[in-house]
């Protein structure tokens, strides 16, 4: 069974800028599509951005030029570099593996971490 662990987030002021990681061990997919999600309090889980195997990438409209996602296949890890951050980003920040971009939901998932964004 994979494992996803997540790390990078923290308390940060606005326009700030952060950087997650998301680590996979174990047996994960075959050359998994990797992706970031978030929930904040009261509200659905929601799409970040996504990330292929061969590194095509997709993301929110609400994080597009703000939000990059990258990855090393080699050290299994999928980064999302944050800047320009806004309160409203503040959330509980996933990361998932799937077989494809359109299976996260049946996919592998982190315990999250935590990212707060100050006024």
């Known amino acids: 069974q994979g494992q996803l662990v997540e790390s990078g987030g923290g308390l940060v002021q606005a326009g700030g800028s952060l950087r997650l990681s998301c680590a996979a061990s174990?047996?994960?997919?075959?050359?998994?599509?990797m992706g970031w999600f978030r929930q904040a309090p009261g509200k659905e889980r929601e799409f970040v951005a996504a990330?292929?195997?061969?590194?095509?990438?997709a993301y929110a409209d609400f994080v597009k030029g703000r939000f990059r996602i990258s990855r090393d296949n080699a050290e299994n890890t999928v980064y999302l570099q944050m800047a320009d951050l806004k309160p409203e980003d503040t959330a509980l920040y996933y990361c998932?593996?799937?077989?494809?971009?359109?299976?996260?939901?049946?996919?592998?998932w982190g315990q999250g971490t935590q990212v707060t964004v100050s006024s």
């Open positions: 998932a593996a799937a077989p494809a971009i359109t299976d996260f939901n049946t996919g592998l």
């Open positions: 174990g047996r994960t997919f075959t050359k998994p599509a």
């Open positions: 990330i292929s195997w061969g590194g095509s990438t």
